[in-house]
């Protein structure tokens, strides 16, 4: 058997070339996602950039929450109002006397549509007015907060001396008395999926792109499948269908643990406090699980309607209470960040490989 060596030996110039058998040949190693390795620091640097890294993660808790709740204030919360022209007009007035800027009057045809709105959150409460027989309803499932600022609107109309029925049409459920479980479900299934994208980087650095994948869609269902069965099977406290709750709460897990991963990828250790501050801060604060996005300044408003947790917040609201509001919308913004993020890694890992293949070439 003939013995073949491999060697960076270069054959003489006048050699024929049927002689040149050893060449030297570089192989790629093995396609993987994970980022440039980086010497630990060293010095004064290895002193500061802990502390300055924790206090800006920091920081911007305390800076966002205390922006978005500190005296949170309703911006043009929409009331549905069946009623005379003369009626209409009279109580608009006395709304904006009393709570300027807080509520948006908009007029509807008769009661059943009116009432439809505030089953389908397009309108918080709705005041409707027959004659001598007045009365608000509103939606409890809301929450506390939008319960104790629309009820007052029964001494609107005719002043205080004359309260019209104040009805809840749509109340929370037993096992969710404060309206916060959805909140505090989401809050945990993102901080499991900055975890873990924190976390993949840490214990298997060399993963391959298929495998990276298929432990993000491992962890997603596993972990909404917990969630669900803890939330609604366990305590019954997101009265929504198990199959549609599970879904959007696995679709949440893996846009933000693939937007976790993505941005570590791209930006490498500096990925885990850019995930923090995006996906853990910024992404509760304007899930609207606390408070409906009508109550966050305008700054912060417009993030409710794309990051994962405000979408994946309404739409289980909208499963569980709201006649599915929101979850055609949740379901596509949910696998757009997914896919767009798995994507990320896969295009990087397209431009390593190619990078690798190029360089072996040229030596």
């Not at 043009?76 to 069946?82: H, I, S």
């Not at 993102?190 to 873990?196: E, K, M, Q, R, W």
């Not at 949440?252 to 991963?261: E, K, P, R």
């Amino acid at each position: 058997m003939d013995t073949v060596i491999i060697t960076d030996a270069h054959p003489p110039a006048d050699e024929p070339p049927s002689h040149h058998r050893h060449r030297h040949r570089h192989v790629p190693g093995p396609q993987t996602d994970a980022p440039p390795a980086r010497p630990g620091l060293t010095g004064p640097k290895a002193v500061i950039t802990p502390v300055i890294s924790v206090l800006v993660v920091g920081l911007a808790f305390v800076s966002v929450f205390l922006a978005a709740f500190h005296t949170p204030t309703a911006h043009r919360l929409p009331v549905a109002v069946v009623a005379s022209d003369h009626s209409a007009a009279l109580f608009d007035v006395r709304l904006q006397r009393i709570a300027p800027e807080a509520f948006q009057v908009d007029r509807y045809p008769d009661a059943a549509s009116a009432r439809d709105a505030v089953e389908h959150r397009q309108a918080y409460a709705a005041y409707l007015s027959d004659g001598d027989k007045s009365k608000v309803v509103y939606a409890g499932a809301n929450g506390p907060a939008v319960s104790a600022l629309v009820t007052p609107l029964a001494s609107v109309p005719h002043g205080e001396a004359h309260k019209i029925p104040v009805v809840d049409i749509l109340p929370l459920s037993s096992g969710d008395s404060r309206g916060l479980s959805v909140f505090y479900a989401s809050f945990g299934l993102i901080l499991a999926g900055f975890l873990f994208g924190q976390l993949t980087y840490q214990v298997a650095p060399r993963l391959s792109f298929g495998q990276r994948v298929l432990s993000l869609a491992l962890f997603a269902v596993l972990g909404g499948l917990a969630t669900t069965l803890i939330a609604c099977t366990a305590f019954g406290a997101i009265p929504g269908p198990f199959i549609g709750i599970f879904g959007v709460v696995t679709l949440m897990a893996g846009a933000v643990a693939a937007a976790t991963v993505a941005l570590i990828r791209v930006f490498g250790p500096a990925g885990v406090p850019l995930g923090s501050i995006f996906m853990l801060i910024i992404g509760n604060a304007t899930s609207g699980g606390v408070l409906p996005p009508s109550f966050l300044p305008s700054w912060l408003q417009p993030l409710a309607s794309v990051m994962p947790a405000g979408v994946g917040v309404r739409a289980m609201d909208g499963l569980s209470y709201f006649h599915h509001d929101g979850l055609t919308r949740g379901i596509v913004i949910l696998c757009c960040w997914i896919a767009a993020c798995v994507g990320t890694m896969f295009l990087l890992d397209r431009i390593a490989a190619t990078s690798g293949i190029v360089h072996a070439a040229t030596r």
